[in-house]
């Protein structure tokens, strides 16, 4: 059986963008092979969080994820660091990477443009990415697009050891999701934090969630006026929650008039509450067992350990540390 891995950093309150553009994929893909998912939390820390931040962050994240329906029967599901033979594999594999080949990575070189001042960790980001997929011998990969050279980099390492030491790793495939639109936020770009314009997957109370649709924003047309739907994020969003039928109906009333921006955000606000009805309550119970989630964690660390110590004491061997 294909084993899949991927791995999501906990980098900010999970919004509805990274639901269908990376967590509705690890969910879906749960019965098409032997799935591994990882928070990525060594990772976050090449962005300096503060402590108490990114530990509330790890956990918001676990509990969404199951929430959404990671079911921990079908997927080993671990923290990152709770493996920490990664960072071991990490300095072995640093060894076979010039300096030249991490300064191509674009992750990197867009940070540069936009002025951050690099750490040595986000400089290696690439080889702790390799480290991760190749410690599980992943076949599979599912990512977005911006991870495709990240991909074809952990390939290269894996054959650049494979040809020096001999065979230790399996060369893993990638699934790039073409498919998967670009989300839009409140302003009309791309949904991201960066951005501040995003809807998270849930909110603390109706009320919140309600305001935050409400400030989607759209063009001053008045209420009697024709609207272009495909122009217009709240029809985008509403094809995110609502069946072909539904669809069909608002894009009608748009070109039609006679439908006001608000009428057409209650209905966005309403399909969502639907949508997401089920995985609240799932969010609900959870919450109120907080042992619960850690305990999915931790066992889903011990399956990830025992892989990766598998992995490990070979490549010791290999390299001549053991
Ligand atoms: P953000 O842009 O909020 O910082 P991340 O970069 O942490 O989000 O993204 C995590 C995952 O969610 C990535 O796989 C990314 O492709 C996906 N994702 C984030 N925002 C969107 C969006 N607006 N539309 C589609 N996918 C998204
Ligand atoms: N770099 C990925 C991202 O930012 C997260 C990640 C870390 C990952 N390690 C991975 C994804 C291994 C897939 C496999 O989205």
Redesign the pocket.
Known sequence: MKRILSG??P??IP?????????KQCIDLQNEGEDYLFIADYHSLTTNPKPEDLRARILRLAVDFLACGIDPEKTVFFRQSDVPEVCELTWILNNLVGLGFLERAHSYKDKIAKGFTPNNGLFSYPVLMASDILIYQSNLVP?????KQHLEMTRDIAIKFNQTYGETFVIPEEKISET??????LDGQ??????NN?IEIFFETEKAARKKFMSIKTDSKGMEEPKDPESCSVFQLYKLFATPAQVEEMRRRYLAGNYGYGQAKQALFEAYMDFFAPMRKRREELLADPGYVQSVLKAGAEKARAEAVKTMKTVRERVGLA
């Open positions: 999501i950093q980098s900010g919004h509805i963008g990274n639901y269908f553009g990376a967590m990512v977005g697009k911006d991870q998967v639109a670009v989300i839009p936020g791309k949904m991201s934090k960066s951005y995003t």
